[in-house]
């Protein structure tokens, strides 16, 4: 079965990330003070907020990267793919030898390997690049890059780190359309950490708002703009008046 | 007078504590990573297509930079020995003598600093930056070891070419030895090799590649310790890059100096 074709879309009953009162401190720092969520599969989950309330912490906490100081992460599979908002390609190795990485657990064959490879570059846009060095790439193409080698071995949770920062309005755009593709094609729990208006309105299903390390507010992204909560109203709409920052401007 | 904001740095106490807490941390952790490549190399988890791209990287391109280095060493060293033993009627040990300095001393110690310049910067920039920009982090996620990934490949490559470069080295020298011997001391060049054959024991080859093994250890477990443990921005790559080259030459020194003791030091 090829490894990124449509998946029967069968709401699972049991939710893939289970994450429950989740509490992480750097230092004295307490960034995150019990946050709870789940994401089923075939389900996005936007996780919103302003710069440095925890959101980026999050993920990192989700794949492995760092430990909770408290709190339960449940999770029905290990196989996660990543989009770091760096793209984090190493650079050292061809777009092919990138791609490779993920695969070098699953003790394919080398023409079934090849075969995926060349499936996850097509699905972003860039066969014809498979011997280039990330550093040939311009800053669009890398992030492509860093989307297929996220999703080239199957995985069943799909986190992508500020997918669009950074990027200009089409190529953001293009971006948010091969998340959506993803969503339908593999099935998987997803989860997008942004602070993009159009990518989590386009591509979550959910979202939960993060301030001072807490979920504030939860729901639906045609809500958020019509909410009561003052925090999402505010980021909404991107305005000054509002909870977040009122001390400090 | 107004003194800057980092006063506490003027503070000789508190630099002496963090200097010698910070030398304690990159020991330690360069300990713990050799140990943890050395358990991965038993197991046989070694990539040897990688191992043979970082034999070139680490050996073939340092040849012309070691033997520059060798040949001017040599230059320098026989001219001082040669005029030494002139003096004294010794000429005919000018072979000898050079050759001693040559195999025990300035062949590995030359190589090894070389190589902590050329390789070990070159590493320890490397892995910062990899470290900076999430690479590190992006092994992890794909659930690869990035010492097994990174660093197994670096040091089998250095401990494969470290002797090589020491060998080639101590040759250079040699010819360097030659060359002056028979320019300054009038000396032919087969009674320079017939005092280098009787005085050259085979231990001396023994204790050399000792040597270039012990170097490679240093240069490459430091070098990727450093690396692998910094993180920050741009200016913390200029900061490993610099504490590499300054612990692992300083080691190289250190470990030369006990490797020497321990060997030739009269009972």
């Known amino acids: 079965m090829s490894s990124i074709a449509p998946q029967p879309v069968t709401r699972h009953p049991e939710p893939i990330i289970k994450v429950v009162d989740l509490k992480k401190s750097f230092s004295e720092r307490e960034v995150l003070k019990g946050v709870s969520f789940e994401v089923f599969a075939g389900e996005t989950l936007g996780i919103i907020g302003p710069s440095g309330c925890g959101k980026s912490t999050i993920l990192r906490l989700l794949c492995g990267l760092l430990q909770p100081d408290g709190g339960q992460i449940i999770k029905t599979s290990d196989n996660i793919g990543l989009v770091f908002q760096s793209s984090a390609l190493l650079n050292s190795l061809t777009v092919r030898q990138n791609l490779a990485l993920p695969l070098r657990l699953q003790h394919l064959s080398r023409k079934e390997q090849e075969r995926r490879i060349q499936e996850g570059l097509k699905l972003v846009g860039l066969a014809e690049y498979i011997d280039s060095y990330p550093s040939q790439l311009s800053g669009g193409q890398q992030k ?9 071995g ?25 998340m959506i593709q993803l969503e339908a094609q593999l099935h998987a729990a997803s989860i997008v950490v942004t602070h993009q208006y159009s990518t989590w309105t386009r591509t979550a299903d959910r979202v939960v708002m993060l301030h001072a390390g807490k979920v504030v507010w939860e729901g639906k992204p045609p809500e958020a703009e019509g909410s009561n909560n003052p925090y999402i109203r505010q980021f909404a709409h991107a305005t000054r008046e509002g909870p977040m920052l009122s001390n400090s401007v | 007078m107004q003194l800057p904001a980092n006063n506490h740095r003027l503070n000789p106490i508190s630099f002496l504590e963090s200097w010698f807490a910070s030398g304690v941390q990159i020991f330690g952790h360069t300990i713990i990573l050799l140990f943890a490549t050395t358990k991965l190399i038993l197991t046989g988890k070694i990539d040897w297509r990688e191992v043979s791209r970082q034999s070139y990287m680490i050996g073939v391109k340092s040849f012309a930079v070691v033997g520059i280095t060798a040949l001017f060493t040599g230059f320098a060293m026989s001219l001082q020995i040669a005029r030494e033993l002139v003096l004294f009627g010794a000429d005919t040990s000018i072979g000898g003598v050079v050759s001693l300095a040559l195999i025990r001393e300035i062949g590995p110690i030359t190589a090894g600093v070389t190589l902590a310049g050329r390789v070990g910067s070159a590493i320890a920039a490397e892995l910062t930056t990899m470290n900076i920009t999430e690479q590190i982090d992006a092994l992890e996620v794909m659930r690869i070891d990035p010492v097994e990934f990174l660093v197994v490949p670096r040091y089998l490559a250095g401990l494969f070419m470290m002797p090589v470069l020491s060998i080639y080295a101590m040759s250079i020298g040699l010819i360097a030895g030659i060359n002056i011997a028979h320019s300054a001391a009038n000396l032919p060049m087969a009674t320079f090799l017939d005092s280098v054959k009787q005085t050259i024991l085979d231990r001396d080859f023994t204790v050399h590649f000792i040597k270039a093994f012990i170097n490679a250890t240093i240069v490459i477990m430091f070098s990727c310790s450093i690396g692998l443990s910094t993180r920050g921005g741009a200016e913390d790559v200029g900061i490993a890059t610099t504490r590499a080259i300054v612990w692992t030459m300083t080691m190289i020194f250190v470990f030369n100096y006990i490797v020497t003791a321990l060997t030739y030091a009269p009972r």
């Open chain 1, 144 to 152: 492509r890059t860093s989307f297929a080698r996220a999703i080239v």
């Open chain 1, 154 to 178: 199957n995985p069943k949770i799909i986190l992508y780190d500020e997918p669009t920062t950074g990027l200009d309005p089409v190529m953001s755009t293009i971006i948010e359309d091969y």
